[in-house]
């Protein structure tokens, strides 16, 4: 500071300059978090981190961002609104320059995306690229070098982005776009939309050889495990060996996880068979089977940095949009979890699901529906 005091906007370099200005930069960035909900200040000296802080310092994102989300998600959302939250995070302002000229080939490449931008869109933007760019890589695009470039170093940060938008949605207890986001993660890390067949996941999979598949009624990836040799041949046929052995790993990688739960009441008993108390504490225990020779990086051949695979594992009532326990998973081999939940206020019938959430890939969901009875 004291070797290029103009830079800091310092009015001076000796001891009495530099505190004032340290002592402005402590308070301003306070009142900045203070402002986003991301500290609480009490008696202007004791800080303490709030739910938005400790999501944004886990993510590693910029607290503008944070506070963007908590004020933009939404209850009814769904992966286009997702997509345009993101798309305008604060990351982007320096990940993402708009190059000489780059403003007309986005112009362009907005003529070719299926989510149409808003008639003022500021090609200019970087938010505006982002945007772009994310419905590119879900459409496979070709992209020009540079913007091809540039969408790597976007994705890398998007799932950080997305993987904080669930934890946002989760800690407001809104189910529906907690899974449109943990979708969304699943689409960037396979650049696939939601509407795609879980079949152009797999390597060499081109449009054409997916239609013969759906004329064989052949729709998921454990269709096509579950093969016979001489059917998986007919359905490779053409694909060098070098593309038959893609497409095994593949196949060989893609998670296959056989889960079995049960509800418990706080005395012990099966909570889906006999009534339980209005407010009682209820657990799920989930226990996890996996075979541990198929774990690994995820393969993903249009993501270009590497990635473990990770889990959601969720509890919700669909009926009235509300997630009640969440608990983030890496299945590297068999295991046991236990989710908690209070039982509704109000008596009767309540039907939740248990849902299983992959962050990369398509089609390996599970849910499972139960039910509890409340009694006051």
């Not at 103009?6 to 009015?11: A, E, F, P, S």
């Not at 982002?130 to 890589?137: R, Y």
Request: negative net charge; proline residues 4%; charged residues 20%.
């Amino acid at each position: 500071m004291t070797q290029n005091p103009n830079y800091y906007n310092l009015q001076g370099v000796t001891h009495r300059h530099l505190s004032d200005h340290l002592s402005e930069l402590v308070e301003t960035t306070l009142n900045d978090l203070e402002t986003s909900k991301c500290i609480a200040v009490e008696d202007g000296i004791d800080l303490s981190p709030l739910n938005l802080g400790m999501i944004s310092a886990y993510y590693y994102i910029q607290y503008n961002t944070i506070e963007l989300f908590s004020l933009s998600l939404t209850a009814k959302m769904k992966i286009r609104g997702l997509l345009d939250v993101i798309s305008n995070a604060s990351e982007f302002d320096v990940l993402l320059p708009v190059r000489h000229h780059e403003d007309i080939l986005l112009r362009q490449l907005a003529a070719k995306v299926p989510q149409k931008l808003a008639p003022k869109a500021k090609f200019s933007s970087p938010h505006v690229k982002a945007n772009l760019l994310l419905q590119a890589h879900l459409s496979r695009l070709q992209l020009p070098t540079e913007m091809q470039t540039d969408t790597d170093r976007l994705l890398g940060c998007t799932i950080r982005l997305i993987q904080a938008c669930v934890d946002v949605l989760s800690s407001n207890s809104w189910l529906g776009p907690a899974l449109a986001a943990m979708e969304l993660s699943q689409m960037c890390t396979q650049a696939v939309w939601h509407k795609d067949s879980y079949l152009r996941q797999i390597p060499h999979f081109t449009a054409e050889r997916i239609n013969q598949c759906k004329e064989n009624k052949i729709e998921t990836v454990f269709d096509i495990i579950e093969l016979e040799d001489d059917e998986r041949n007919q359905v490779l046929e053409g694909l060098t060996q070098a593309q038959m052995a893609d497409v095994a790993r593949f196949c060989n990688r893609y998670p296959n996880i056989e889960i079995t739960y049960e509800v418990v009441a706080s005395n012990g008993n099966n909570a889906t068979k006999a009534p339980v108390r209005s407010g009682e504490t209820l657990t799920v225990q989930v226990s996890l089977e996996r075979e541990e020779d198929n774990v690994g990086p995820v393969i993903a051949p249009f993501f270009s940095q590497p990635r473990e695979e990770g889990w959601w594992l969720v509890v919700g009532e669909q009926k009235t949009n509300s997630l009640v326990a969440i608990k983030r998973l890496f299945v590297s081999q068999s295991m046991k979890v236990r989710l908690d939940l209070n039982a509704p206020s109000h008596a009767g019938r309540h039907e939740f699901t248990l849902f299983f959430m992959s962050d990369a890939y398509m089609g390996c969901d599970q849910e499972y529906k139960f039910q509890v009875e409340v009694r006051e």
